[in-house]
């Protein structure tokens, strides 16, 4: 099975700064990789599909990159609503996995 | 508006059996693969189950293969998932979810299941 290892495993930010979060996919998954933002008590919500496509709504300081084993979201302006749950998921081979999760605080 | 809509869970012994139904809304059902995906309290998120749009096609995590099915009924605009055995660590939420599709993002409100005597 494809292990999703997601980095840091928490951080603090404060508002405006730039946020870089990483996940490496055991084996080689292409661009098969969504990130998905989770709020306390609410159902996820995916940020980015294929990698790097931004999804309709999701504001433009949310980026994602990478393909292969390297995915980086990066986010380039905390704003005070970004605090959240941030996982990857690979859809490159059954089972799909998601990384174990960034939890994003600010100060 | 995509709504996903899921209802059955519920408390329930260990080595029992429950249903979860999920109604879907707002886009076009049979068109979509459709998974579950489940969330154990304070943990990250598991993916579970994938069935195609077309129910030819079934996967599951090692963690539920031969104890839980996947199915839909494309006739009625809803996916379903039958767990048997149920064990302690199937307590979780279980969301239906669409989250793979380009340009559509879905997921439900999830269903809670407590396994425990």
């Known amino acids: 099975n494809t292990v999703m290892t997601q980095s840091p495993t928490s951080m603090f930010t404060s508002v405006g700064d730039r946020v870089t979060m990483s996940c490496k996919a055991s084996q080689n998954v292409g661009i098969n990789v969504g990130w998905y933002q989770q709020k306390t008590g609410q159902s996820p919500k995916r940020l980015i599909y294929?990698?790097?496509n931004r999804d309709t709504g999701v504001p433009d300081r949310f980026t994602g990159s990478g393909s292969g084993t390297d995915f980086t979201l990066t986010i380039s302006n905390m704003q005070a609503e970004d605090p959240a749950i941030y996982y990857c998921?690979?859809?490159?081979?059954?089972?799909?996995?998601f990384g174990a999760g960034t939890k994003l605080e600010l100060k | 508006e995509v709504q996903l809509v899921e209802s059955g869970g519920g408390l329930v012994q260990p080595g029992s059996s429950l249903k979860l139904s999920c109604v879907a809304s707002?886009?076009?059902?049979?068109?979509?693969?459709m998974h579950w995906i489940r969330q154990a309290p304070k943990k990250g998120l598991e993916w579970i189950a994938l069935i195609y749009y077309d129910s030819s096609n079934k996967y599951y995590a090692d963690s539920v293969k031969g104890r839980f099915t996947i199915s839909r009924d494309n006739s009625k605009n809803t996916l379903y998932l039958e767990m048997n055995s149920l064990r302690s660590e199937d307590t979780a939420m279980y969301y239906c979810?669409?989250?793979?599709?380009?340009?559509?993002?879905?997921w439900g409100q999830g269903a809670s299941v407590t396994v425990s005597s």
């Open positions: 294929w990698a790097s």
């Open positions: 979810a669409n989250p793979i599709a380009a340009g559509m993002d879905a």
């Open positions: 707002g886009f076009t059902f049979s068109s979509y693969n």
């Open positions: 998921l690979q859809h490159n081979s059954y089972p799909y996995t």
